[in-house]
């Protein structure tokens, strides 16, 4: 168990610029969550998977952000047309979802700047 | 609606002084709740989590919370205060193991 690996640790990317970043969840895990994190907040749902079927999305989710996680394994989160607004860290967390057991276990984390 | 509240965005103790966070939440349906702690440059380490078993629930590094449902609070406390105990802490909650809801945090100082 190596835990929650996310990649890269670190973005730069120019405004209007497309980015894509990779979380790898530990290897049982069935559940696989996206959050935001900016400065002095708490991380922000952004959405979640079950195996390979994303089962919900945040309302305040923009269009230009889409997730997958094609074989239940790792899963991309790719932010198109980039703004400002979107630099943050972006979390990634897995559970393995097993009766009243919801523990996540979070990856480092990518933190993305938008210049 | 689910929600959570932390007062007190930062809190200082002196070393050796008991430590007490504090979280309130909102919920429609009996919730889950954890608390979190982030170390600088680090992920989220869950410390302890409440899942309507025992209303006291003992976590790692000596830390413990009370679900008080008369209340709708969940408060952090840890009897002494270690250096090692300076972080970021998030309480959060689930109303039914999908969505989390995380507070604004509350930021530890452990005063030598």
């Given at each position: 168990?190596?835990?929650?690996?996310q990649d890269?640790?670190?973005k730069?990317?120019?405004?209007?610029?497309n980015v894509t970043f990779r979380c790898?969840?530990?290897?049982?895990?069935?559940?696989l969550y996206w959050y935001r994190?900016?400065?002095?907040?708490?991380?922000?749902?952004l959405t979640y998977f079950?195996?390979?079927?994303q089962?919900?999305k945040?309302?305040?989710l923009?269009?230009r952000f889409s997730a997958e996680r094609?074989?239940?394994?790792f899963s991309t989160l790719e932010i198109q047309?980039?703004?400002?607004?979107d630099?943050a860290?972006y979390l990634c967390?897995?559970?393995?979802?097993?009766?009243?057991?919801?523990?996540?276990?979070?990856?480092?984390g990518t933190?993305l700047?938008?210049? | 609606?689910?929600?959570?509240?932390?007062?007190?965005?930062?809190?200082?103790?002196?070393?050796?002084?008991?430590?007490?966070?504090?979280?309130?939440?909102?919920?429609?349906?009996?919730?889950?709740?954890?608390?979190?702690?982030?170390?600088?440059?680090?992920?989220?380490?869950?410390?302890?989590?409440?899942?309507?078993?025992?209303?006291?629930?003992?976590?790692?590094?000596?830390?413990?919370?009370?679900?008080?449902?008369?209340?709708?609070?969940?408060?952090?406390?840890?009897?002494?205060?270690?250096?090692?105990?300076?972080?970021?802490?998030?309480?959060?909650?689930?109303?039914?193991?999908?969505?989390?809801?995380?507070?604004?945090?509350?930021?530890?100082?452990?005063?030598?």
């Amino acid at each position: 168990d190596t835990g929650v690996s996310q990649d890269p640790r670190h973005k730069i990317t120019k405004r209007g610029q497309n980015v894509t970043f990779r979380c790898d969840p530990i290897s049982e895990h069935n559940r696989l969550y996206w959050y935001r994190q900016t400065l002095g907040q708490g991380p922000e749902f952004l959405t979640y998977f079950q195996n390979e079927a994303q089962l919900e999305k945040s309302r305040l989710l923009s269009d230009r952000f889409s997730a997958e996680r094609p074989k239940g394994s790792f899963s991309t989160l790719e932010i198109q047309r980039t703004e400002q607004g979107d630099s943050a860290m972006y979390l990634c967390a897995s559970s393995l979802v097993a009766g009243v057991s919801y523990e996540q276990y979070f990856g480092p984390g990518t933190r993305l700047t938008v210049t | 609606a689910q929600s959570v509240t932390q007062l007190g965005s930062h809190v200082s103790v002196s070393e050796g002084a008991l430590v007490l966070l504090r979280c309130n939440y909102s919920s429609s349906v009996p919730p889950y709740l954890f608390w979190y702690v982030q170390y600088p440059n680090q992920g989220l380490q869950l410390l302890l989590k409440y899942t309507s078993a025992a209303t006291l629930v003992k976590g790692i590094n000596g830390f413990e919370a009370e679900f008080k449902k008369s209340e709708t609070s969940f408060h952090l406390t840890k009897p002494s205060a270690h250096m090692s105990d300076a972080a970021e802490y998030f309480c959060a909650v689930s109303e039914y193991g999908n969505q989390f809801y995380f507070g604004t945090g509350t930021s530890l100082t452990v005063i030598p």
